[in-house]
């Protein structure tokens, strides 16, 4: 784990210990050693209280309060909302308030406003994930500290957001009590447009939800609010796989809400079919939902395995062909595009495609076809098609994410280009945004319909 002598020191309050390490192994060494995580003596010192050694680093030459101020490195695993920590925010996360009151004195109030580099969240933003009450109360009572839990991080995420999707239930009532409910009622801005509850729905923080539901100026009015994309919080747990929430949020907010509609008309089983199949059975074995609302198109008539071709999401389509039958997984949209067609990008889905419908060759378009066998053996050229001809040229390579969102554990998405072509028509995701956090969550938002429909390959005919 790369903690090394140094760290010990910090983390045993020793700073003759620490004075002996930098004599024997070197100021630069001992000032700049990182564990695999990228925590230096500073980051170890905050994170387990050792306040005499905070002191030391301010003090000794050797170290000096760049120390303090160093974030963690830009490659270091690290919450994508609240971002690269220096000491001040490992304190607050950790509930050190004797370490704030330390480095108050020694750094003063503007070091405690230090944001993240990334992410620009600060001390309050840690202290809400990491559901420390008494931090943001000890914000509040300072008179040149009292706004930081207020402020939001660069994508509009308040502290109080943070805490809803962490469970954080004592730091949310702290926010209630001390800022007011109309303050807590705040969404994020622009398109995102996330409540509280959305943020504990994502994150399948169910206690959240139920603090929110029993608390006077929140309540029922905060869950069924719908985000800036028109989600409800049953399409923000369907999007993350939290099967348990979504239990909770139909026996609470009733089957006719779980059921209402987005702005591009999608249901709760179009966000689902982003990659959760546990979220898909779940409706099709319920008996107010079944197999008829996991058949339900969006406005442009796409279909759940429209989104799952969309994210290259080859078992939740393995899947809708064993619950929903094969003309299903195939049936086009009201532009004609199939859910083949909409996972162009993907080879996966194209073998999918490929393997199992041999015999239907016939019926579909010889290019394409050939297009998806070329993909599914892996060759290194690729099928362009353009006004019914074909053109060939060297298939870009994949881009790779990690495997899961380390924000709120659903799995991302597979291997895809940054950019990847879809067919005018097709579904397509929007703009980064965090799912809920960071969420890594795609827009449920389809392009305009351009172009003209002789120039698509219709894969039916």
Same mark, same amino acid.
């Given at each position: 784990d790369g903690v090394t002598a140094v760290h010990l020191a910090a983390m045993g309050d020793l700073p003759a210990a620490l004075a002996k390490l930098a004599e024997m192994g070197?100021?630069?060494?001992?000032?700049?050693?990182?564990?695999?995580?990228?925590?230096?003596?500073a980051h170890f010192a905050a994170s387990f209280g050792a306040e005499k050694v905070l002191e030391f680093l301010? =003090?000794?030459?050797?170290?000096?309060?760049?120390?303090? =101020?160093?974030?963690?490195?830009?490659?270091?695993?690290?919450?994508?909302?609240?971002g690269r920590a220096a000491?001040?925010?490992?304190?607050?996360?950790?509930?050190?308030?004797?370490?704030? $009151?330390? @480095?108050?004195?020694?750094?003063?109030?503007?070091?405690?406003?230090?944001?993240?580099?990334d992410?620009?969240?600060?001390?309050?933003?840690?202290?809400?994930?990491?559901?420390?009450?008494?931090?943001?109360?000890? @914000?509040?009572?300072?008179?040149? @500290? +009292? !706004?930081?839990p207020t402020q939001s991080n660069h994508f509009g995420i308040f502290p109080f957001h943070l805490a809803a999707k962490a469970g954080s239930v004592n730091t949310l009532r702290v926010c209630v009590?001390?800022?007011?409910?109309?303050?807590? =009622?705040? +969404?994020?801005?622009?398109?995102?447009?996330?409540?509280?509850?959305?943020?504990?729905?994502?994150?399948?923080?169910?206690?959240?939800?139920?603090?929110?539901?029993?608390?006077?100026?929140?309540?029922?009015?905060? @869950?069924?609010?719908? $985000?800036?994309?028109?989600?409800t919080i049953a399409a923000s747990a369907a999007l993350n796989g939290r099967v348990p929430?979504?239990?909770?949020?139909? =026996?609470?907010?009733?089957?006719?809400?779980?059921k209402s509609l987005d702005m591009e008309g999608r249901t709760a089983a179009h966000a689902a079919a982003l990659g959760n199949v546990s979220v898909l059975q779940f409706f099709a074995g319920h008996p107010e939902f079944g197999e008829a609302f996991l058949r339900q198109r969006d406005g442009s008539g796409n279909t759940i395995a429209h989104m799952a071709a969309m994210e290259g999401h080859t078992k939740v389509l393995s899947y809708i062909e064993s619950t929903l039958g094969a003309d299903f997984?195939?049936?086009?949209?009201?532009?004609?595009?199939?859910?083949?067609?909409?996972?162009?990008?993907?080879?996966?889905?194209q073998a999918f495609f490929a393997r199992g419908h041999a015999a239907s060759a016939a019926t579909v378009d010889p290019i394409q076809f050939f297009q998806a066998l070329l993909r599914a053996s892996g060759a290194d050229s690729t099928v362009t098609v353009l006004d019914g001809s074909a053109h060939y040229g060297k298939r870009d390579a994949p881009g790779h994410q990690g495997d899961g969102c380390g924000t709120c554990g659903r799995a991302r998405p597979q291997p895809a280009p940054s950019q990847p072509p879809t067919a005018s028509g097709a579904p397509s995701r929007g703009g980064g945004v965090p799912c809920g956090a960071?969420?890594?969550?795609?827009?449920?938002?389809?392009?305009?319909?351009?172009?003209?429909?002789?120039?698509?390959? $219709? !894969?039916?005919d």
């Amino acid at each position: 784990d790369g903690v090394t002598a140094v760290h010990l020191a910090a983390m045993g309050d020793l700073p003759a210990a620490l004075a002996k390490l930098a004599e024997m192994g070197g100021a630069a060494w001992a000032r700049t050693v990182a564990d695999v995580q990228g925590c230096g003596v500073a980051h170890f010192a905050a994170s387990f209280g050792a306040e005499k050694v905070l002191e030391f680093l301010v =003090r000794d030459p050797n170290f000096g309060p760049a120390v303090l =101020r160093a974030p963690l490195p830009a490659e270091c695993d690290r919450d994508p909302e609240t971002g690269r920590a220096a000491a001040c925010h490992m304190a607050a996360y950790n509930g050190r308030i004797e370490c704030a $009151d330390t @480095l108050l004195r020694l750094m003063g109030p503007e070091y405690m406003h230090t944001m993240t580099p990334d992410t620009r969240a600060n001390m309050a933003h840690f202290a809400a994930t990491g559901d420390q009450p008494e931090i943001i109360t000890w @914000l509040l009572r300072h008179p040149q @500290l +009292r !706004e930081l839990p207020t402020q939001s991080n660069h994508f509009g995420i308040f502290p109080f957001h943070l805490a809803a999707k962490a469970g954080s239930v004592n730091t949310l009532r702290v926010c209630v009590e001390e800022l007011g409910a109309d303050v807590v =009622r705040m +969404r994020t801005p622009g398109q995102l447009g996330m409540n509280v509850a959305h943020f504990a729905a994502c994150n399948g923080a169910t206690e959240s939800l139920e603090y929110i539901s029993a608390t006077k100026g929140l309540g029922r009015d905060v @869950l069924v609010a719908k $985000d800036g994309q028109g989600m409800t919080i049953a399409a923000s747990a369907a999007l993350n796989g939290r099967v348990p929430t979504l239990q909770w949020i139909v =026996r609470t907010l009733g089957v006719p809400f779980v059921k209402s509609l987005d702005m591009e008309g999608r249901t709760a089983a179009h966000a689902a079919a982003l990659g959760n199949v546990s979220v898909l059975q779940f409706f099709a074995g319920h008996p107010e939902f079944g197999e008829a609302f996991l058949r339900q198109r969006d406005g442009s008539g796409n279909t759940i395995a429209h989104m799952a071709a969309m994210e290259g999401h080859t078992k939740v389509l393995s899947y809708i062909e064993s619950t929903l039958g094969a003309d299903f997984v195939r049936s086009p949209n009201n532009a004609r595009v199939t859910p083949q067609r909409t996972g162009a990008a993907y080879p996966a889905v194209q073998a999918f495609f490929a393997r199992g419908h041999a015999a239907s060759a016939a019926t579909v378009d010889p290019i394409q076809f050939f297009q998806a066998l070329l993909r599914a053996s892996g060759a290194d050229s690729t099928v362009t098609v353009l006004d019914g001809s074909a053109h060939y040229g060297k298939r870009d390579a994949p881009g790779h994410q990690g495997d899961g969102c380390g924000t709120c554990g659903r799995a991302r998405p597979q291997p895809a280009p940054s950019q990847p072509p879809t067919a005018s028509g097709a579904p397509s995701r929007g703009g980064g945004v965090p799912c809920g956090a960071g969420i890594d969550a795609p827009a449920l938002h389809v392009k305009p319909l351009t172009g003209s429909p002789s120039r698509w390959v $219709d !894969e039916l005919d």
